[in-house]
């Protein structure tokens, strides 16, 4: 009956968000659905017209390619280590600028440059930091005695991955000491004052009342910031492009797409990544039990 | 002006029911006051009848009319909210006179109209100010003038004094019963504060848990409160409740502090489980006078009035309304209460209240031993 | 009377506490120190490099030499100049684009009930989640279709893959801080859905729109896989895509100080953004995460 007026509304509501349907239609449903399709045929991008239909070949090739497994590890082993490293240094900053010292404000906002640097911006001032012959931190580093010739930081096979986590580190630990003090300031100070006045020692304070009241900000940050790392591209591609030791899942599906201009393999390629991603947020997700604690 | 009538309205949220088949009908020009304890669903019903919440179910009449699919802004109804929901970057002119402006009037018309109620509510020397820069008095004024600028034929008010320290809530309360006066409209006014419900109420309806408990004056709501939970919600301090079981044989009921109430034999068919006496009913008397015992613990002195608190047994304490402070020695000790059968209020056990056909009689006889 | 459990504790000299206090104080000091080194350096470092010439840039002097032929180089460089104007375009665009739509789309979620309102939002949030390099092919398909294929137009499309979702999210969060009651009190003045977004919460969501919008510029100005793949030369690149390819004849002639010098021009805006509106920027990037 009354139903009416619940409708009108309910038509206002579609009305309003016709464009943003129109948006996520246009540029991710669509293409999402062309993506899957394109991964079961053999086209080409530069006659994607012409193709038949080939099955489940182009999965099964892309799993019998060792690239795509080296891939697969990088991307983890990137997303894994930089983001604990992140979130333990994001901790301390965080920490750190929510007490009361002179210049936590001059810190607070100093700390979002590295955020809002473009990612390829940040990884040339870096490379140029670690350059082998001029870079300033190997001559720091030779300066005291360290070393007796230049570390080739990005040269070395064995060295690039923890360079390509270093500079990650570097760009998106803000974000998280963003989110972090964002949480920390939700916590009533009484309730540090109670545990003070109580004789709580600072690292017990630590363990049983800060960290588990951080729990649902350090969650979502964590689940933001794994997210982001299983999709990096442009880290690695601007400081090695197809360099083996650091491609990501991401770079080996664009690599396949356009580079190698197969539409069709590169399709069933882009297909695992969002399998993978999709598989590893369901983990997360279920593990923090964020659809609980950030309930919406 | 319109009456309204609700027929088996019903709101769920989800799966939780918040208003559960009220059945109301108010009158052409009547003040009607929702009283209830929080969340019981008062603001709901409210808005049920404003038109901002749709019913679940039931139909929503104003004036005769059924009204469930007109939206809000043709209902002819105007409210005043909590918040007052000023909007915070406009003027105090332009707030009241938004609804005209929306609606298409030209703006000469809009401006004298908007003066004419400003003047009418004290605030026409604050047009320009912005609602941030006014007292808590005034945007309450600001707000119902928003209201009354639509010359609505329903008034709907959630809360709207609740905001304001104690003199200003007196002072406003006085104003709208006189807007009510002057302008003869109906009015339906949801509150906390019983004072506010008593005297401006020209019938006042007790919600609980999404039900009407019962609808009556101020006056029958007190006297004669249909059950436990009416008797307890209305009046101030509290009417004081304690369970009793009854001796069918021999004809009366018992309870704590030697409580003893001969009964008339037609009342034995229903069981009574539990009486109740508001604190005004009882009168502190020496020890051994009086019908029950107890023993003072406290007195409380508001200057104008004082309230004593009686231990009737472990679990029970009894507020008493004295007409003036005791002597302090008497706390610690134990003391007598007398009360008139009238003031007895009985009480079933599913919370029905029960006409006592017996005690009514007795009053006249001598005090039980 | 008995010692509380409280005064039982052992207590040391006063000048062991006041000791302690200056310690911590020192430490929590240094470690801000160490912060603010290891956030600005890199930064600092960039700057003081763009301005050295020659074998100056090779000696690391910390001090700037304050030489700035290659900026002037920058400016008489066409090309870059026009990756500026083009990044320009595209994240000005897509940043209005996106809070035009995000705005009604929030307003949908925040405020209006509707069934599937729920199954919206975890969409929405799904889509700013999921890796972009998924649509790649699809996408690639749909740009050469629309003709747009090497053409900054082709950018703005696709951002709003990204920048789209972001907006609608944060401002669904930022629209539900507003008190319902205002809207309730616009509807019984009559006014539409409509006319209370227009009228009553657009006013009053300026700083809302300020952080949303400028998080959205600096995603659609940092961008790099769609700029990459979507533009093929130099004359259609956005700066970073620029910047990405600048390459020198051989390893030992990389012109660092030319990359310097595009890198400090294309950050020092957003810089400046971002130091301004500091305290916006950190309220919409919780405002989507930690209440959301
Ligand atoms: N939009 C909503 N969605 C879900 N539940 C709601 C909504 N609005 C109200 N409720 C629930 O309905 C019940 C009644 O709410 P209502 O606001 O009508 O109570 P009330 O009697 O006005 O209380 P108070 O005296 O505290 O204002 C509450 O339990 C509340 O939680
Ligand atoms: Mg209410």
Redesign the pocket.
């Known amino acids: 009956m009354s139903a009416r007026l619940a409708r009108r509304d309910h038509r206002d509501a579609w009305l309003f968000l016709l464009p943003v349907i129109a948006v996520i239609l246009l540029v991710a449903v669509w293409p999402l659905a062309r993506t899957f399709f394109f991964s079961f045929t053999d086209a080409y991008l530069d006659e994607p017209s012409v193709y038949s239909m080939v099955g489940f070949d182009n999965f099964i090739e892309i799993l019998q390619d060792r690239s795509w497994w080296i891939a697969v590890k990088n991307t983890l082993i990137f997303a894994a280590i930089s983001v604990a490293i992140e979130t333990v240094l994001g901790l301390a900053i965080a920490l750190l600028l929510n007490s009361a010292i002179p210049g936590r404000g001059l810190a607070r906002a100093a700390i979002l440059v590295p955020w809002a640097i473009p990612v390829v911006v940040a990884t040339k001032m870096w490379e140029w930091m670690l350059n082998d012959q001029f870079g300033v931190i190997n001559k720091v580093l030779s300066g005291l005695g360290l070393v007796d010739h230049g570390i080739a930081w990005t040269a070395s096979s064995s060295l690039i991955m923890g360079v390509v986590i270093f500079v990650d580190v570097w760009m998106t630990t803000p974000f998280m000491v963003l989110l972090i003090l964002a949480g920390l300031q939700l916590i009533s100070p009484e309730i540090f004052e109670a545990a003070d006045v109580d004789g709580i020692p600072a690292w017990k304070r630590f363990w049983s009342i800060t960290l588990p009241m951080l729990r649902p900000a350090i969650g979502v940050a964590v689940l933001f910031r794994v997210l982001d790392a299983l999709r990096m591209f442009d880290l690695a591609y601007v400081l090695a492009a197809s360099n083996e030791n650091v491609m990501t899942v991401s770079i080996y599906a664009r690599d396949r797409l356009i580079s190698f201009q197969e539409l069709g393999v590169g399709s069933a390629a882009s297909t695992w990544v969002f399998l993978l991603v999709a598989f590893v947020a369901i983990i997360i997700i279920g593990v923090l039990r964020l659809d609980k604690a950030a309930g919406t | 002006m319109a009456s309204v009538s609700l027929h088996s309205v019903s709101k769920s ?2 799966t ?1 029911a ?1 208003i559960q088949g009220v059945e109301l009908q108010i009158d052409d020009g009547e003040f009607v006051v929702f009283v ?10 409210l808005r049920i009848v404003a038109g901002l919440v749709a019913p679940t179910d039931g139909v929503v009449a104003i004036g005769g009319d059924d009204v469930t699919d007109v939206p809000a802004s043709r209902r002819g109804v105007a409210f005043v909210f909590q918040s007052y929901a000023l909007y915070p970057h406009m003027s105090v002119a332009r707030n009241i006179g938004f609804a005209l402006e929306t609606l298409g009037m030209a703006k000469e018309a809009v401006s004298q109209k908007v003066l004419s109620v400003a003047r009418m509510l004290k605030v026409d020397h604050l047009m320009d100010r912005r609602p941030r820069e006014l007292s808590g008095g005034q945007r309450q004024r600001v707000a119902i003038g928003r209201a009354l600028v639509r010359q609505p034929e329903i008034f709907l008010f ?2 709207p004094l609740s905001n304001l320290d104690s003199d200003l809530r007196m002072e406003m309360r006085l104003e709208i019963a006189r807007l009510h006066n002057d302008l003869k409209t109906t009015m339906i006014y ?1 509150t ?1 504060d019983q004072s506010e419900a008593m005297t401006l109420a020209d019938r006042i309806v007790v ?1 609980n848990h ?1 039900r009407i408990e019962q609808v009556g004056t101020p006056q029958q709501l007190y006297h004669a409160p249909d059950n436990r939970f009416v008797a307890g919600f209305i009046g101030s301090p509290r009417m004081n409740f304690m369970g009793v079981s009854s001796q069918a044989t021999a004809g009366r009921i018992v309870g704590a502090g030697n409580l003893s109430l001969a009964l008339a034999s037609s009342d034995l068919e229903n069981p009574i489980t539990e009486i109740g006496i508001r604190p005004e009913g009882l009168r502190l008397v020496a020890e051994g006078d009086g019908r029950m015992v107890c023993i003072l613990e406290r007195i409380e002195d508001l200057g104008h009035e004082h309230f004593g608190y009686c231990r009737i047994s472990d679990d029970t304490v009894w507020v008493i309304r004295l007409p003036e402070a005791p002597s302090p020695d008497r706390i610690g000790k134990p003391v007598g209460l007398d009360f008139a059968d009238a003031a007895v209020f009985a009480f079933a056990g599913d919370g029905r209240r029960i006409a006592l056909a017996g005690l009514q009689k007795m009053a006249a006889e001598a005090p039980l031993p | 009377m008995q010692n509380a459990i409280a005064q039982r504790a052992p207590r040391k000299p006063a000048s062991f506490y006041r000791l302690k206090r200056r310690v911590v104080r020192g430490l929590q000091i240094f470690a801000l120190l160490l912060v603010l080194i290891y956030t600005l350096f890199p930064y600092y470092w960039a700057f003081v490099s763009s301005t050295k010439q020659g074998a100056a840039l090779y000696r690391s002097a910390l001090l700037p030499a304050l030489d700035f032929t290659y900026y002037r180089q920058l400016i008489d460089n066409p090309i870059f100049m026009g990756s500026l104007l083009n990044s320009a375009y595209v994240a000005v665009s897509t940043t209005l684009l996106s809070l035009i739509i995000g705005i009604s789309a929030a307003y949908a979620l925040g405020r209006i ?1 509707f069934p599937q309102r729920r199954a919206m939002l975890m969409i929405v949030l799904m889509i700013s989640i999921f890796p972009q390099v998924v649509v790649l092919s699809g996408l690639f398909e749909l740009i050469n279709w629309l003709g747009l294929f090497n053409r900054p137009s082709a950018l703005i499309l696709t951002y709003l893959l990204s920048t789209v979702p972001f907006t609608t999210w944060i401002l669904t969060t930022f629209i539900r801080e507003f008190p319902r009651e205002l809207e309730e009190a616009a509807i019984i003045d009559g006014c539409s859905h409509f006319r209370i977004l227009m009228k009553i919460l657009l006013p009053l969501m300026g700083p809302s729109l300020a952080s949303t919008g400028i998080l959205a510029f600096i995603l659609a100005w940092n961008e790099f896989l769609f700029a990459l793949t979507f533009t093929l030369t130099d004359e259609n690149r956005t700066v970073p895509v620029a910047i990405g390819l600048i390459a020198g004849t051989s390893r030992y002639e990389y012109p660092f100080g030319q990359i310097m010098a595009a890198s400090v021009t294309v950050t020092l805006p957003l810089i400046a953004v971002v130091l301004v509106f500091q305290r916006r920027i950190v309220a919409g990037l919780t405002a989507g995460a930690v209440k959301g």
Not at chain 2, 36 to 45: E, M, R, V, W
């Open positions: 949220f989800g939780h918040v209830g304890p929080s969340g019981c669903g008062k603001s709901t019903l959630d809360e949801v906390h919600l999404g | 009930d």
